[in-house]
C-alpha cells in the first residue's frame, strides 16, 4: 500500500533552469496539494488540484510557477527560470476527497538547491 | 485570512518530561485541526486529528491534544517524552467546507535529551 511517492528527492538547478517535481497521489486519491516550506518557516500551500483541474492556485507565485494534474500520471509541478529563491522544500499532499472532513497523507517532499 | 500561531519555536526537554505545545488559531467558523510530526530527514506523518466529538484526541505514540473552542486552541500534550520524539511538530487547521489547503503554523522545533 504505497503512500505519496515523490521524485526526485533531491534536485539541483542552475539559475534560470527549468525545475520539474513529479507527485503520484496514494492509492484512491484523486485531490493533490503542493506545498512548499522555506527554512525555518511552516509549510505554505501553493496550489490544489484534481484530475485535469486546477482547483485552487491561489497560493502559487503569479510567475514561473505552474502546476498540472493529467488524466493518467503524476502530477507536475513546474518551475520556470529558477532563482536562488526557490530553494526550498517542497511537499505533496494527497487526499480522498477535498471537501468536509478528510485528511492529507504527505509524502516525502522534493529538496530543491538553486545554485 | 485565516492563520495558525505556534507559541514556542524551540523546546529543549530531558527524557521522561511532560511536554505541551501551544496552537491557536484565527477562523470564526467550525474547522477541522490537526498535528503533524516530522522527524529529522522524513516526511510529514499525521499525529492526530480533531473533526468533532470529543474534544480530548489521543493520537499516536501516546501524543493527545485538546481542542478549546473558546480560546481557538488546540495544544498537543505528552505526559512523558522520549528521545525518539526529538522532531520538528506542525499544528494545521482547515475551514470545515471549504475546499482544499491546510494552513499550517511555523512549527515547533522539539529536542529530547536523553
Known amino acids: 500500500n504505497a503512500g505519496v511517492m515523490q521524485n526526485p528527492r533531491h534536485l539541483v538547478r542552475r539559475r534560470g533552469q527549468e525545475a520539474r517535481l513529479r507527485c503520484s497521489p496514494m492509492?484512491?486519491?484523486?485531490?493533490v496539494y503542493w506545498y512548499r516550506q522555506l527554512p525555518e518557516e511552516g509549510l505554505k500551500f501553493m496550489v490544489y488540484l484534481q484530475k485535469e483541474n486546477i482547483i485552487d492556485e491561489s497560493g502559487m507565485p503569479k510567475e514561473r510557477f505552474s502546476a498540472e494534474f493529467p488524466k493518467e500520471g503524476p502530477s507536475i509541478l513546474r518551475i520556470q527560470q529558477v532563482v536562488r529563491g526557490d530553494s526550498a522544500a517542497y511537499f505533496c499532499?494527497?487526499?480522498?476527497?477535498?471537501?468536509?472532513?478528510?485528511?492529507?497523507?504527505f509524502g516525502p517532499g522534493t529538496r530543491l538547491t538553486v545554485t | 485570512a485565516q492563520s495558525v500561531s505556534q507559541h514556542n519555536h524551540h523546546v529543549i526537554l530531558s527524557e521522561a518530561a511532560s511536554l505541551e505545545l501551544g496552537c491557536n488559531y484565527s477562523?470564526?467558523?467550525?474547522?477541522?485541526l490537526f498535528w503533524y510530526v516530522q522527524y529529522p530527514g522524513q516526511h510529514l506523518q499525521l499525529l492526530l486529528k480533531y473533526f468533532s466529538g470529543d474534544p480530548l484526541v489521543k493520537g499516536i505514540k501516546g501524543f493527545e491534544a485538546e481542542f478549546i473552542k473558546s480560546k481557538f486552541s488546540f495544544n498537543l500534550r505528552k505526559p512523558s517524552v522520549q528521545w525518539s520524539d526529538t522532531a520538528e511538530y506542525f499544528c494545521a487547521v482547515n475551514a470545515r467546507g471549504s475546499q482544499g489547503n491546510l494552513i499550517f503554523g511555523k512549527g515547533t522545533k522539539l529536542s529530547v535529551k536523553p
Open positions: 477562523y470564526g467558523g467550525t474547522v477541522n
Open positions: 492509492k484512491g486519491h484523486s485531490h
Open positions: 499532499a494527497s487526499s480522498r476527497t477535498g471537501t468536509g472532513v478528510y485528511e492529507q497523507y
